[in-house]
């Protein structure tokens, strides 16, 4: 099983609707919960970190963990064309110090 | 801002030459990481460091050796280059602390090996 799982999408979004992306996780020791934003040819980009239960809001962007269920998603409000990216979860587990768990990425395309 | 940067974005090498990437963090982070990212594989840890002159092997690191001798600075050295390690390599940083684990990547390095 791996540790941190994704739809690989595509997942496919008009311009100015919710884009919903999910990720769980396998470990329930996990403490540290993390959205990167990666652009084609680019490296990731950090755009939410979330430490505890309930929702975290930035701007348009609200990360949600849930540790009860191991799953942690990230909602895009008013999404535009930029927000066009592959988004990584990734996971931090604590027995591991400060070693980082990825998923694969969801592949998401905003339609203009 | 933190800043990570990358040797080079792209490098092409043959098969069996050595190979050096270099990473520079200049946040003073005590963490360091290289990775390599393939299609469909996502990210893969290859060594990290959490200390000068420390290093941990990752998921991956045959083939590979790292060389920290200076907080800011992290190096991957492909001993002996092999087509299969075509890939695009990727540095983090992050600081050490309950609170900090937050890793910010260089632009990447597109290594081609033929």
């Known amino acids: 099983q791996k540790e941190v799982e994704q739809n690989s999408g595509p997942l496919s979004v008009p311009e100015g609707a919710i884009a919903s992306l999910n990720c769980t996780y396998s470990?329930?020791?996990?403490?540290?919960f993390f959205w990167y934003r990666q652009y084609s040819g680019k490296s990731p980009e950090l755009i939410m970190s979330i430490y505890s239960n309930g929702d975290k809001e930035d701007g348009r962007f609200t990360a949600q963990l849930n540790k009860a269920s191991q799953y942690v998603s990230l909602l895009i409000r008013d999404s535009q064309p930029s927000d066009s990216a592959t988004y990584l979860c990734a996971v931090n587990n604590k027995n591991t110090g400060n070693q980082f768990y990825f998923g694969t990425g969801t592949s998401l395309t905003v339609i203009p | 801002d933190v800043k990570v940067t990358q040797s080079s974005r792209y490098l092409v090498k043959r098969t069996g030459e050595k190979v050096f990437l270099e990473c520079v963090q200049d946040?003073?982070?005590?963490?360091m990481f290289w990775y390599r990212q393939d299609p469909g594989l996502g990210l893969r840890l290859i060594y990290f460091?959490?200390?000068?002159?420390?290093?941990e092997k990752g998921d991956i690191p045959e083939g590979y050796s790292v060389s920290r001798e200076k907080k800011e600075r992290f190096s991957l050295i492909l001993e002996s280059a092999s087509t299969n390690q075509t890939s695009m390599y990727l540095c983090a940083s992050s600081a050490s602390g309950e609170a900090s684990y937050e890793q910010y990547f260089g632009p990447g390095t597109r290594l081609t090996v033929t």
């Open positions: 460091s959490y200390d000068v002159k420390m290093k």
């Open positions: 470990d329930r020791v996990s403490q540290s």
């Open positions: 946040m003073d982070h005590e963490n």
